[in-house]
Nanobody, 123 residues
């Protein structure tokens, strides 16, 4: 069992930065690849980024590539999302999620989800 709690969301102006954190419970954190997804009102949940168990490999949606950076600290049971050059279209609830195996781009294949944190980017 893994419990995930996101933090760090808020209101920021376009061009600004935010850093999201996701704290995980349990001693098996390093057994899971981790992903960040987002969901805007009226839209489906979409993949943002993911990182492998060791942190050696990362994957990004084209819409955030070059602006967002995912990282993890297995000693602290945490995963982070550094978001720079934010745009109004980045406004959404951001979720972290854990996946033991499967397609990291598909939300249905993730095993555990956090409750989400709101990110609002004003123009």
């Amino acid at each position: 069992q893994v419990q995930l709690v996101e933090s760090g969301g808020g209101l920021v102006q376009a061009g600004g930065s935010l850093r999201l954190s996701c704290a995980a419970s349990g001693r098996t954190f390093s057994s899971y690849a981790m992903g960040w997804f987002r969901q805007a009102p009226g839209k489906e949940r979409e993949f943002v980024t993911a990182i492998t168990r060791s942190g050696a490999s990362t994957y990004y949606a084209d819409s955030v590539k070059g602006r967002f950076t995912i990282s993890r600290d297995n000693a602290k049971n945490a995963v982070y999302l550094q978001m720079n050059s934010l745009k109004p279209e980045d406004t959404a609830v951001y979720y972290c999620a854990a996946i033991r195996s499967g397609n990291i781009y598909r939300p249905l294949e993730y095993d555990y989800w956090g409750q989400g944190t709101q990110v609002t980017v004003s123009s």
